[in-house]
Structure formats: C-alpha cells, structure tokens
C-alpha cells in the first residue's frame, strides 16, 4: 500500500514536474513530487491513540481549546461523544492491527502522534502477555508508522509517549531516599513499567538510532518526548485498571456519598497530580523547541499525600464521607516499588514545568467545584 502511494506520488510529480518545465519553470523531481504532492494526496493530521481516555479526553479538550482539531482519534471502543465534535475522525480500532495503520499512512499525513494506548498496570499484571503486545508491540507499531511517515514527507514526526513512574523499582528503599531521578532506581517490578521502560528506550532508539547500519542511515526521522506521569486524579473520568487508582476513587466515591475502602495502607504515599497539569505538561513539552532539550524522558511531579492525609482532606470538604481501608497485599506492594517522590528539576529548567496545583489547590479550584457539580441531582 506504501508503495503503492509513493509510485502513485512519483507519476503526478512527474506530471507537474513536467507541467512546470513547459511553463518554463524547471524543477527536480525530488524537490516538488514528495512535499507539495503529499499535501494534494493526504490530509494533515495530528494522531492521538488511546483517545477515548482518561487523557485523551483532556488533551482533545486541550487541544480543541486552542483551535486545533485535525485530530485522527484512534481507540478500541467508540469515540465519546464528548469528545466527537472536537475532532476530524474517529477511527475504532486497535493499534495491533497492522492493516488499520497502513491504511492510516496511505490517507494522512502525520505531523505528530500522541500515543496513549495502553493496558494500564492493574490488567497488565493479571494478563502480561496481552500487556507487552498491547504496550510494546502496539508502541513498535505506532513508532514504525511515524518513520514511515516522516521518510514519506521528508519531515520529523513528533511522537508523544506517556511513561510512568511504574519504571521505577524501589525494593525496601522507598523511605529511606528522597525525590529521585529519571537515571536512578529503573528497575520495575511489574510488567507495566517494564513495558514503559522498554518503549522509552524504543522511542529513543527510533529517534536516533534507527537502521543505523543502513547507507542511508539518518537520525532525526522522529521527535521523541515523553513524560514519566506520576498518578492522574481527573474529575471527569473514574480510572480503571491503574494501581494509582485509590486517590481519585477516594475522591470520586465521596462525591457521590458512597463508602470507599481503600486498597492501601494509610501510611502510602506516592506523586499524584490533576489532570489539567498533566494535560498542560505535555503541551509544554511538545511545544518547546528541540535545542532546549536535554533528554527525551523527563519527570514531572506536583504533590504527594499519603493515602490518610488524602483522605482527611476528602473529608474536610465531604463530612460524611466513609473512608476505609481494605488493603490488598499484592496491589500494596506494586505502589510500594512506586517512589514518594521524583525529582523534575529537568523539566523544570529545560521547558519551565511548573504544575498549577499544588494539593490544596488541587482541592479548592479543580477537584471540589468540578466534582460537586459533576454529581449534583
Ligand atoms: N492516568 C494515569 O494515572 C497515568 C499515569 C501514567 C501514565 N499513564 C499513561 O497514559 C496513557 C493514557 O492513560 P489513560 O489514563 O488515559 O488510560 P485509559 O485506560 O483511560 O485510556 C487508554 C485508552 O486506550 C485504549 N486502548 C487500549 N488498548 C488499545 C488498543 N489495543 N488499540 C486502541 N486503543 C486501545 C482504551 O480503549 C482506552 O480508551 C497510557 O499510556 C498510560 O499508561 C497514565
């Protein structure tokens, strides 16, 4: 099918090519066929995978907000209507299907791609095979289509990639170190952060590495970003399959009066931060120019309750919410590998990240006015 489209871009070059000569306006092919005939052929479009999620519905928000939606949204399940009217096209598909990606190369022209298809740390550990098709083979795939992309139109194709601090792996350390570093502790404990570290380095690899022993070898084909999340507490979604899950389901279940028990200790604590922050940190990042970027892989990091100090504050603003804890042994110990803490002073000084939120502000101008209103009768 690539071939095909480039056979096809080569024969109306030379025909414009050739128009161009009897105007008396000669021109290579090389330098009309490719660029101009591309944007005759396909449409321009930023590619966002995983869109129906918990941060593809903001980042589309986001996105929409500033007056871009040639958006191409990709998820296993239909588009939300939420989200429908704030795009170009919604495709319903899954990201292993080789097929549906060809067909993505040979229709658009991909500019960036956000790609937030995942199996989320609590469904990677109960099926692990599934995890690594679905988290590396389905990140080789959407890594494969933007070189092809960018070989095609002769451009760089950014390319975002959601990380986690699920890369880390604490052992008994936890405690006893401070905020840490994208260089230290990465050995992961669970199949998620082993397949996000993994694809860190496929990302980094496929930016500068790849077929390095081609003669035409050429680094540069994408731009690879990518940010290592902390826990995302969002007002308009309730997560599903995290390990983080237990901050916004506290929440959430507050909201709507319902007693919650919490799958940790009191004592946990790990780096949380609202989803505008983590909306606004990736828009950042792939807005800042390249020569400023030191890495590829940054931290980002906004506060870090423990789960009982999270819950004191829940109920200073929800008196009667019932807050237990049923601690699950083995979901503990996956949040106990989690650092308290990541150091982001390279985000800091490479693209200025500042979060909006700190934890009261998270509370008083974020979570409580949109939750109240969210579940208000
Ligand atoms: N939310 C967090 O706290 C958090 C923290 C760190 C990193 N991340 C990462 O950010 C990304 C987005 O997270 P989220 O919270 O929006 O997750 P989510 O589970 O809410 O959304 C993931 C979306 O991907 C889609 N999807 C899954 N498999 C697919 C496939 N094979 N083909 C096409 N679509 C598929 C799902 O249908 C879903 O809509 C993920 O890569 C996740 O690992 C999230």
């Known amino acids: 099918m690539i071939r095909w489209v480039e056979v096809m871009v080569k024969i109306i070059g030379l025909y414009r090519c050739k128009s161009r000569r009897n105007a008396q306006n000669p021109c290579k092919l090389s330098a009309c066929s490719k660029a101009e005939l591309g944007n005759i052929m396909r449409k321009k479009i930023i590619l966002i995978t995983g869109a129906n999620g918990e941060i593809g519905h903001g980042l589309i928000n986001a996105l929409h907000a500033k007056g871009l939606d ?15 009217n704030k795009i170009l096209k919604g495709v319903m598909g899954n990201i292993l299907d080789k097929n549906l990606l060809e067909q993505i190369n040979s229709e658009y022209e991909i500019s960036a791609i956000y790609h937030l298809a995942a199996l989320l740390s609590t469904r990677a550990e109960f099926s692990p095979q599934m995890a690594h098709e679905v988290n590396v083979t389905g990140t080789l795939n959407l890594l ?30 936890k405690d006893a170190v401070g905020a840490i570093n994208e260089n230290e502790y990465c050995q992961p404990e669970s199949m998620y952060g082993c397949n996000k570290l993994y694809c860190e380095n ?61 799958f940790v200790q009191n004592d946990t604590r790990m780096p949380f931060m609202v989803m505008p922050d983590a909306v606004l940190a990736i828009l950042n990042l792939m807005n800042s120019d390249k020569s400023r970027l030191s890495q590829h892989v940054y931290n980002i990091a906004s506060f ?14 929800f008196p009667h919410a019932e807050i237990g804890n049923s601690v699950n042994g083995k979901r503990q110990g996956i949040v106990d590998s989690w650092p308290a803490n990541v150091d982001d002073s390279a985000a800091r000084s490479d693209w200025n990240w500042s979060p909006k939120f700190d934890l009261n502000s998270a509370f008083e101008d974020y979570l409580i006015p949109q939750i109240t209103k969210r579940y208000e009768k």
């Open 304 to 317: 870090n309750p423990s789960a009982g100090e999270f819950a004191e504050k829940v109920k200073g603003y």
């Open 202 to 262: 496929l990302g980094i690899y496929h930016a500068n590495y790849y077929h390095r022993l081609a003669d035409d070898f050429k680094p540069g084909h994408i731009d690879f970003r990518s940010i290592r999340f902390p826990g995302i507490i969002s007002v308009k979604t309730v997560p599903t399959g995290g390990t983080s899950d237990f901050l916004p389901e506290m929440i959430h279940a507050a909201a709507q009066n319902i007693q919650y028990n919490c």
């Open 70 to 84: 040639n958006i191409l949204a990709l998820d296993l399940h239909p588009i939300s209507e939420e989200i429908e």
């Open 144 to 173: 494969t289509l933007a070189v092809d992309q960018a070989k095609s139109q002769d451009e760089t194709v950014k390319f975002f990639f959601p990380s986690s601090i699920a890369v880390y792996g604490m052992g008994q350390r």
